[in-house]
């Protein structure tokens, strides 16, 4: 409209300001007698004139429509975008390149008919998609509808069609779009959902106390158990750094095993001491897996801890136990060594002594050996009985 506008007044202008100034030119220089073949002459250049310039303005909205009618096919190819027309009078299609491309089959004339291209749709959505150009009809209702078809090398795509009704032209304008990518892709992503919702019934039902990570080390989901044994909830711990929850935050020594065991991409464990919000201190035993994408980058870590407070206890039970027997060796084989070796020695002595004197002074001092090796047993025996009450 704005073009047509645009030549309309140019050529308005030219022929006035022609009619204007070529007859003042003509009348002042031209005689009488000449003034007819002038005249001629003037409405031969002014057609020549008009029509090259018509020509050359329609040809470069030509050649702009032209440039605009590929980039719009460009953009149709580039988005699995085509148009058609339904003839209503003649129950026909008139489809563009891109729809045929999208639908995989092949041109067999300008005009399809509805039954032509029904062959190619998928046999459970035939009946729904007469319904939905029925009712675009009937109704005017715009239309917008996605269904299945199937290709001539046997493919199944998925396709949206929406059409807009022109009573004027007894046309229904439309556009075809290839959306099976869409498709798959929200297939692909709700079984994945299901998969991840299964994987977290599971995950929260079990006794190990579970935790995912993101690639900075920060808690992005906790387990049931893992709030049940330590009280905090997913929403106090989300985003925290993971190291807080146990002995390993601040200990530079583990942090770097911990560091080049994921650059590795090995699976690192360890035991922890962690401390429950109520202040409760307990033991885990944990085993950290990074998880990497694609491309080898860090995305997080799932960590499993298994509790081991018993069994912590335990080993100290019995470290404490070989401190204690490790004692009571010391003591038999020192301790006891000296008086035994002292009775031993007096023992010989009195077989040697000749009088009555000497056997009561030695007889004096083994009871002193006595009484120190009593004491000692005595001592050992009290040592192990506090003990095994403590037990």
């Known amino acids: ?27 002042e220089q031209v005689p009488g007698q000449s003034l007819h073949l002038i005249n001629s002459m003037k409405g031969y250049f002014f057609i020549i ?50 729809v045929l491309n999208i639908l995989h089959i092949s041109r067999t004339a300008e005009l399809t008919p509805v039954e032509t291209l029904m062959k190619h749709i ?13 009712e675009i009809l009937v109704t005017g209702k715009d239309m917008n509808f996605v269904h299945r078809v199937v290709s001539e090398d046997g493919r199944i795509r998925f396709v949206r ?40 019934e599971i995950i929260s039902k079990v006794k190990n106390l579970v935790m995912l990570l993101d690639g900075k080390n920060r808690i992005t989901w906790v387990n049931n158990a893992f709030t049940q044994r330590t009280g905090f909830s997913l929403a106090e711990v989300y985003g925290q750094d993971a190291g807080k929850f146990g002995a390993l935050y601040g ?43 694609e491309y080898g980058s860090l995305i997080g870590a799932i960590i499993i801890g298994t509790e081991i407070t018993d069994r912590k206890k335990a ?17 038999t084989s020192h301790e006891i060594r000296r008086p035994v070796a002292s009775i031993l020695a007096l023992n010989t002595l009195i077989q040697s002594s000749e009088t009555r004197q000497e056997k009561e002074e030695i007889f004096a001092m083994l009871n002193t050996c006595t009484l120190e090796l009593d004491d000692i047993i005595r001592e050992i025996n009290q040592k192990i009985n506090r003990e095994a009450e403590q037990a």
């Not at 988005?79 to 008139?94: E, M, P, T």
């Open 251 to 293: 200990d530079r020594r583990r942090l770097k095993e911990q560091e080049e065991a994921i650059r590795s991409n090995r699976i690192y464990a360890i035991d922890v001491r962690s401390k429950t919000k109520a202040g409760d201190e307990f033991w885990s035993e944990i085993t950290m897996t990074p998880i990497f994408d």
């Open 49 to 98: 004139a008009i029509t090259v310039l018509l020509y050359w303005l329609i040809y470069q909205n030509n050649v702009r429509l032209s440039k605009e009618h590929q980039r719009h096919l460009d953009i149709q190819e580039l988005s699995n975008v085509g148009d058609w027309q339904y003839l209503i009078d003649k129950k026909a299609f008139k489809i563009s390149s891109e």
């Open 161 to 200: 069609q929406t059409g807009k009704l022109l009573h004027s032209e007894g046309v229904v304008l439309g556009v075809c779009q290839d959306i099976t990518e869409t498709i798959e892709l929200r297939d692909s992503l709700k079984e994945t959902n299901e998969e991840n919702k299964r994987l977290g």
């Open 315 to 331: 080993q100290e039970q019995l470290k404490h136990q070989y401190d204690i027997l490790k004692d009571i060796a010391w003591k």
């Open 122 to 134: 998928h046999p459970n959505d035939k009946a729904r998609l007469k319904s939905a150009l029925n």
């Open 1 to 27: 409209m704005k073009n047509a506008f645009r030549i309309s007044v140019l050529f308005f202008t030219l022929s006035l300001l022609w009619i204007t100034v070529s007859d003042k030119l003509v009348f």
